[in-house]
C-alpha cells in the first residue's frame, strides 16, 4: 500500500510533500551516521565531554597519597636522575608507615649499582613499577621497556603507563590492556585494582567498599579479551588527593599515621622534568602530572566510576529518536511550534546524554543528534517556502497559461518585471480578471445551449434558467421557471421510463410520479440522475435527466436539470427496428424459397454434372447471402437492443456453445477440451443467455473453421478473486486452438466489420466478416473486455473477461 500523507494525516499536502519529507529525513541520517559510526564529529564530542566532566565534583578516594618528586625535591636532592640510593631509603621511611601498597611511577630501565638495595627496599612494601611500551613497528609489534632485572623480579606488579591522547593532544581514556599480537601487558594500575579486589591488598580506610567496587571493574576489565578502554572521570577539584613531598619524606617529617594502610603513588611533579598531560581539566587546573592521571585511574578502578564510550550503533540508535520525533512534528506544526520542537529536542538530547554519563556511567554524545536537528529543521522549512513558492507560482501561471474562451484584450508591454513577489501579485490580479471573465462568458454559454436547462438549489427551487428553457416553458405557456421547485415547474411531464433502470423501478417511478422530480428527497434524486424519459402536452418525448452541483469541497450545492428532445431519435429508432424487420423478413425469405427450390431440382433423378454444379453454387450464394444477413440482424440488435440480463452460469453457457459447435468439429475431426475448475463449479455472470451463447458459439465456430483436420481446441474457464476486495472478482474464457494463426498486423483488424482471414488457406470458408465485430459488441456492453494472443502457425487464443455474478449487490 502506498503512503499517502493526504488520506494518512488530513492534511493538504501532496505526493511531493510526502517525497521531499522523506528526502529531508534521509538527509538528516546521511548527517548522523558519520558522526555516530565514524566519529566525524569527534572534536565537538570531546568538547562537550570536557563541559561534562566540570560537573563531575566527586570526592577523591582518602585511601590515595601521592609523594611528588617536585621542584623543592631537586632543589634539595640535587640534579635528576638520583641514585637509587636515594629511592630506596624513600622505599624504607614508606615501609615504616606499613603502606597497603606503593606505585613507583619511575622508570628504572638501567642498570645502576644499588640495585640490590632498591630490590631490598621494594620487598619491604608491595611496590609496582612502571613499563613503557614503544609504538608499532613496521611489522606491527611493540616493545617493552622493563626496569631492570632485580627490580622486577623484587616488585609486585609490573603495568604499562602509556596513556591514550585524543587528536587534540587531551588525555580522555587509558586501556587497561595494551600490546601486540604476541604479549599484552595491563595498565600500571590493574594488577594493584585486581589485587585490592582479591583481597590480596587491603586498605586501611573504606576497604569493604572499594574491595567490592574494585572487584566489579576486574569482572568487567580481566574478563574480557580487548583493551578494556574506558573514559577517565576527572574532577575539577583542585587538590582531590593527599600529597606530600619527596623531600620532606625522606627527611622524616610525615608522620606514618598519614600513610598507614594507604596506596602511595610515587611520581614526578617537578616543572623542570616535565611529565606532563593536558586533561579535560587543563582549562582550569593547567597540565597534569602523570602521576595524578595515575591516581585518577585507580580511584576509578577502585570506585567503580569508569565511563564506558557507547558503540556507534547504541550513538546512533540515541540520535535516531530525536530525529524521528522532528520529522514527526514537521509535518503537523506550524513553523513556530517545530522551531520550539527542535530547541526543545536538543536539549532533552543534552540532557539525557548527561543523564547517561553520571547515572549509568555510559559516555553517548549528543553531537549527532543535535547535528540532525540542526541540519534538518532549516532545510525543511526552506523547501516548504520553497514547495509553497512554487505551489502559488504553478497555480497561478496555470490560470494565466488557460486560454480565454473569450478574446483576450491587448495587454501593455511591462518595462520591468519586479521581485518575484511582485511577479505573483500580477498574476493574482489577471487570475481574478479571468475569474470575472470566465463567470461571464458561463452566463453566456448557458444562455446559449439549445436544450432547457434549469438550475436549482439543494431545496429544488429554481434559481436560473436560460434562454431556451424560458422559451419552452412560455410555448407550453407555464409561466417562467424561476422561483419555482422543480416538481411544480416539470409537473405536467408524463413519465414514460427510466434510463437502463429496469422494469421494477419503472413501476415504482409511476406510482410516485410527480413526486420523484422533487431532488431533496435522496431516494428519488439517484434515480433522477440515471434519467428518465418523459413526454410533455405537445407529444414530445424528452430525455430528463439531474446533475448535483458542488462546490471546490464536494459539498452539494444545487442541481442542473435537463431536458434533451429526443423525438426525432425514436423516430429514427423505429425507422431502424422497420428496416431490421423488414430484412430479417424480405431478405431471408427470398434466399430461404432459393434454397427450397435448389432441393426440389435436386430431387429430380435426370440432373446432369452441370446442373449440379449451378445448383450447388446457387445454394452456396443463397446460404451466404442469407447468413450476411443473419450475422447484420444480430449484430444490430447487439448493438441497440436492450439486454435481458441474469444470473447464468458461463460453464453451462460453454457447454451449450460446445454441443452446437460439436458437428462441424467432429467433420473436421477436432477434439472439443473443456477445462474448469471442478471445486469453483459454475463460475456464475451477469449476462444475457441468449446472447453470451451466440458469443461463445462464433468463438469457438472461428475455432473450428480456422484449424486443420485432427487438432485440439481447449476452452478453458477460470475465476480471478480480488484479494483485497478493492476491485470486483471477474470470470475469464480462453478459447485456444492449433490453427493457422493471425500475423501481428492484422490483429488489431480482428474485431472490425467485414474482417476476413485465411482466404488463402481456407477458400472455402464462407463468411461476411461481422461474427467477431457481434463478440466485441456483446462483450464491451457487458461490461467485459476480450484479447487476442495468437502466433502465425501455431494457434489463436480468444479470451474474454466478463464481471462475476456479486449476490451482494444483486
Not at 272 to 285: K, N
Not at 432 to 461: C, H, N, T, Y
Request: glycine share 6%.
Amino acid at each position: 500500500m502506498i503512503f499517502y500523507p493526504r488520506t494518512w494525516l488530513g492534511l493538504p499536502v501532496g505526493r511531493r510533500f510526502f517525497y521531499e519529507w522523506l528526502c529531508v529525513g534521509c538527509l538528516g541520517l546521511a548527517v548522523i551516521l558519520p558522526g555516530a559510526l565514524y566519529g566525524m564529529t569527534a572534536s565537538i564530542d570531546h568538547l562537550i565531554f570536557d563541559r561534562y566532566l566540570r560537573l563531575n565534583l566527586r570526592r577523591a578516594l582518602p585511601d590515595i597519597v601521592v609523594v611528588e618528586i617536585d621542584n623543592e625535591s631537586i632543589a634539595k636532592l640535587g640534579r635528576w636522575p638520583w641514585p637509587r640510593s636515594v629511592h630506596a631509603h624513600v622505599l624504607d621511611e614508606i615501609a615504616k608507615a606499613q603502606p597497603a601498597a606503593v606505585v613507583y611511577d619511575v622508570l628504572f630501565t638501567e642498570p645502576s649499582g644499588d640495585d640490590a638495595m632498591l630490590a631490598h627496599a621494594m620487598s619491604a612494601s608491595p611496590t609496582y613499577l612502571p613499563i613503557l611500551l614503544t609504538p608499532q613497528d613496521s611489522r606491527g609489534e611493540r616493545a617493552a621497556i622493563k626496569p631492570v632485572a632485580p627490580l622486577a623480579r623484587a616488585a609486585a606488579g609490573l603495568g604499562h603507563i602509556n596513556f591514550e591522547v585524543n587528536s587534540d593532544g587531551v588525555v580522555r581514556s587509558v586501556a587497561l590492556s595494551e600490546g601486540d599480537a604476541n604479549t599484552r601487558w595491563p595498565q600500571l594500575m590493574a594488577p594493584l585494582a585486581r589485587a585490592i579486589g582479591d583481597g590480596t591488598i587491603k586498605l586501611h580506610d573504606s576497604y569493604s567498599s572499594v574491595s567490592a567496587a574494585a572487584r566489579r571493574s576486574e569482572a568487567r576489565t580481566f574478563a574480557s579479551s580487548d583493551e578494556g578502554r574506558f573514559l577517565i572521570p576527572f574532577s575539577p577539584l583542585a587538590a582531590p588527593y593527599r600529597k606530600v613531598s619527596f623531600a620532606t619524606l625522606l627527611d622524616g617529617g610525615v608522620s606514618p599515621d598519614e600513610l598507614r594502610g594507604k596506596i602511595v603513588l610515587i611520581g614526578v611533579t617537578a616543572s623542570g622534568l616535565y611529565d606532563r598531560f593536558s586533561t579535560p581539566m587543563s582549562g582550569t587546573l593547567g597540565p597534569m602530572p602523570g602521576v595524578y592521571i595515575h591516581a585518577a585511574v585507580l580511584d576509578t578502578l577502585l570506585t567503580g566510576r569508569e565511563i564506558d564510550p557507547a558503540s556507534g550503533l547504541v550513538v546512533f540508535a540515541f540520535s535516531l529518536a530525536p530525529l524521528v520525533a522532528l520529522l514527526a512534528g514537521l509535518l503537523m506544526l506550524s513553523p513556530l511550534r517545530a522551531l520550539l520542537l527542535t530547541a526543545v529536542l536538543g536539549a532533552i538530547t543534552a540532557l539525557c546524554s548527561a543523564a547517561a554519563l553520571f547515572g549509568a556511567q555510559l559516555w553517548i554524545s549528543p553531537m549527532p543528534a543535535i547535528a540532525g536537528l540542526v541540519v534538518v529543521y532549516p532545510i525543511w522549512n526552506w523547501r516548504r517556502l520553497e514547495m509553497t513558492m512554487a505551489y502559488l507560482r504553478k497555480e497561478l501561471q496555470r490560470l494565466a497559461d488557460e486560454p480565454y474562451l473569450l478574446p483576450e484584450t491587448p495587454r501593455r508591454r511591462r518595462e520591468f518585471g519586479g521581485d518575484v513577489l511582485e511577479q505573483h501579485m500580477a498574476l493574482m490580479a489577471q487570475a481574478a480578471q479571468r475569474v470575472q471573465d470566465m463567470k461571464r462568458f458561463v452566463w453566456d454559454s448557458l444562455d446559449s445551449v439549445p436544450e432547457p436547462i434549469l438550475v436549482s438549489d439543494v431545496q429544488g427551487v429554481v434559481v436560473i434558467a436560460n434562454h431556451a428553457a424560458k422559451r419552452y416553458f412560455q410555448a407550453l405557456n407555464a409561466g417562467n421557471p424561476v422561483g419555482k421547485s422543480l416538481r411544480a415547474a416539470l409537473g405536467d411531464l408524463m413519465f414514460i421510463k427510466t434510463i437502463d433502470a429496469g422494469d421494477d423501478a419503472d413501476v415504482w417511478v409511476r406510482a410516485n410520479w410527480p413526486a420523484m422530480l422533487d431532488p431533496a428527497r435522496r431516494e428519488f434524486s439517484r434515480l433522477m440522475e440515471q434519467g428518465c424519459e418523459v413526454r410533455d402536452r405537445h407529444a414530445r418525448d424528452l430525455l430528463l435527466r439531474y446533475a448535483k452541483r458542488a462546490n471546490a469541497y464536494g459539498e452539494a450545492t444545487g442541481w442542473i436539470a435537463g431536458l434533451v428532445d429526443v423525438t426525432a431519435l425514436h423516430a429514427a429508432e423505429r425507422q431502424r427496428e422497420d428496416a431490421l424487420r423488414l430484412l430479417t423478413h424480405e431478405v431471408r425469405s427470398p434466399q430461404a424459397s432459393i434454397l427450397a427450390l435448389v432441393e426440389m431440382e435436386r430431387a429430380r433423378a435426370n440432373e446432369s454434372a452441370h446442373t449440379r454444379e449451378l445448383l450447388s453454387r446457387i445454394e452456396r450464394y443463397a446460404r451466404r447471402s442469407l447468413a450476411l444477413a443473419d450475422d447484420f440482424v444480430r449484430l444490430a440488435r447487439a448493438e441497440s437492443q436492450t439486454y435481458e440480463l441474469e444470473p447464468v452460469s458461463l460453464l453451462e453457457l460453454m457447454m451449450d456453445a460446445s454441443d452446437e459447435v460439436w458437428p462441424q468439429a467432429q467433420t473436421k475431426q477436432i477434439r472439443l477440451d473443456l477445462q474448469y475448475d471442478e471445486h469453483d463449479f459454475g463460475h456464475w455472470i451477469n449476462a444475457d443467455r441468449s446472447m453470451m451463447t451466440r458469443v461463445l458459439v462464433n468463438i469457438m465456430n472461428n475455432a473450428v473453421k480456422y484449424s486443420p483436420s485432427g487438432t485440439q481446441i481447449t476452452c478453458t474457464i477460470e475465476q480471478d478473486a480480488s484479494p483485497s476486495g478493492a476491485t470486483p472478482a471477474q470470470v475469464r474464457c480462453t478459447v485456444r486452438d492449433q490453427g493457422y494463426g493471425i500475423p501481428a498486423e492484422r490483429q488489431v483488424h480482428l474485431f472490425e466489420r467485414f474482417q476476413r482471414f485465411h482466404e488463402a488457406q481456407c477458400p472455402e470458408v464462407g463468411g461476411a466478416g461481422l461474427g467477431m465485430a457481434f463478440v466485441k459488441t456483446v462483450v464491451t456492453r457487458h461490461g467485459g473486455g476480450i484479447r487476442v494472443a495468437s502466433v502465425v502457425g501455431e494457434g489463436t487464443a480468444i479470451t474474454i473477461v466478463l464481471p462475476a455474478f456479486d449476490e451482494a449487490s444483486a
